[in-house]
């Protein structure tokens, strides 16, 4: 897979999350200025907060993946060989993928349960497919992109050697 076309998947990903950040934010900034000058806010600003913050937060898991920016511990990290180091990111690229399966499986059957349902959120009405499409479509891209990453580790393990950073 080339780094280019995942870099720019996996940054588009995150500026699509990103802008319903924004929006949101604009909207809560507008509802604090309508309370103070009307005594009004608007309604349905939980409901529309709740999916960009679901937005943001799967569409950005892609990303994370790819830049290796999940949360480690770096104790031995300079002190293993390369072979070591691919070992340990084998184990936990199989143990990520293995969540996120589950993760999409249940996502899944939400989804399919939301849609025959009709479900929608409790204010406005926003459908709540929307929010399981944004979550699966994060899962399912962070689950290719651990696929990548442990194919890489593999062929460290079998060349002893880093083959393609990016």
Not at 130 to 135: A, E
């Amino acid at each position: 897979m080339d780094n280019k076309i995942v870099e720019t998947a996996t940054l588009a990903l995150v500026w699509i999350g990103g802008l319903l950040m924004l929006g949101a934010m604009a909207l809560t900034i507008g509802d604090i200025g309508a309370r103070w000058m009307f005594s009004v806010g608007f309604i349905g600003l939980v409901d529309v907060t709740q999916f960009a913050v679901v937005g943001f937060a799967y569409l950005a898991l892609p990303r994370v993946f790819w830049t290796d920016a999940n949360v480690a511990i770096e104790l031995y990290d300079g002190r293993l060989s390369p072979r070591m180091d691919a070992a340990l990111r084998i184990l936990s690229l199989v143990l990520s993928l293995g969540v996120i399966a589950l993760l999409l499986r249940y996502g899944w059957v939400q989804a399919e349960r939301t849609l025959r349902y009709g479900d929608v959120s409790q204010n406005v009405s926003i459908p709540m497919i929307g929010f399981w499409v944004l979550i699966l479509t994060g899962l399912g891209v962070s689950a290719l992109i651990c696929l990548v990453r442990l194919w890489r580790s593999c062929v460290v393990i079998v060349k002893g050697r880093v083959a393609d950073a990016h």
